[in-house]
C-alpha cells in the first residue's frame, strides 16, 4: 500500500528524491515516516511528518541536508536528499501511523513502533 521509488547510485555530495506513494489509503490522515536501515544495523527513523499540521522532525546525522514533504493532491510524502555523503548508503523505507492527533515529534516519537504500514524500501548507494 505504500511504494518508494527514487533511489539510486549517487557521488559523495549528490542528490536524490525519494517519493512514497499510497494506494488504497489516503495519506492525508496519516504521519509518515523515513527510515532507513544498513547492513548490519538496526532501522532508524531519519524524518517525520505529521497528517494535521505537516510538522516536520529530523535526526540529527540529516538535519540541515534532507527535507521531508507532501503532496496530499497527489497522495505522496517526499524526501528530498541533498549533499549525501557514504554513511547515506542504506535502504530506504516509508511507513504510515494513521492519526490525526498532532504528534509531539522527537527520537522517541519518530520510531519504528509507532508506525503499522510499511513499504518494501528503496536502496540508496552513496559511492565515488
Known amino acids: 500500500q505504500l511504494v518508494e521509488s527514487g533511489g539510486g547510485l549517487v557521488q559523495p555530495g549528490g542528490s536524490l528524491r525519494l517519493s512514497c506513494v499510497a494506494s488504497?489509503?489516503?495519506?492525508?490522515?496519516?504521519?509518515i515516516g523515513w527510515f532507513r536501515q544498513a547492513p548490519g544495523k538496526e532501522r532508524e527513523g531519519i524524518s517525520c511528518?505529521?497528517?494535521?499540521?505537516?510538522?516536520?522532525y529530523y535526526e540529527e546525522s540529516v538535519k540541515g541536508r534532507f527535507t521531508i514533504s507532501r503532496d496530499n493532491a497527489k497522495n505522496t510524502v517526499y524526501l528530498q536528499m541533498d549533499h549525501l555523503q557514504p554513511e547515506d548508503t542504506a535502504k530506504y523505507y516509508c511507513?504510515?501511523?494513521?492519526?490525526?492527533?498532532?504528534?509531539?515529534?522527537?527520537?522517541?516519537?519518530?520510531?519504528?513502533?509507532?508506525?503499522?504500514?510499511w513499504g518494501q524500501g528503496t536502496q540508496v548507494t552513496v559511492a565515488s
Open positions: 511507513a504510515g501511523e494513521g492519526s490525526w492527533v498532532e504528534p509531539d515529534w522527537g527520537p522517541e516519537r519518530c520510531r519504528e513502533a509507532d508506525f503499522g504500514l
Open positions: 511528518i505529521s497528517s494535521r499540521d505537516s510538522t516536520t
Open positions: 488504497e489509503v489516503t495519506l492525508s490522515f496519516w504521519n
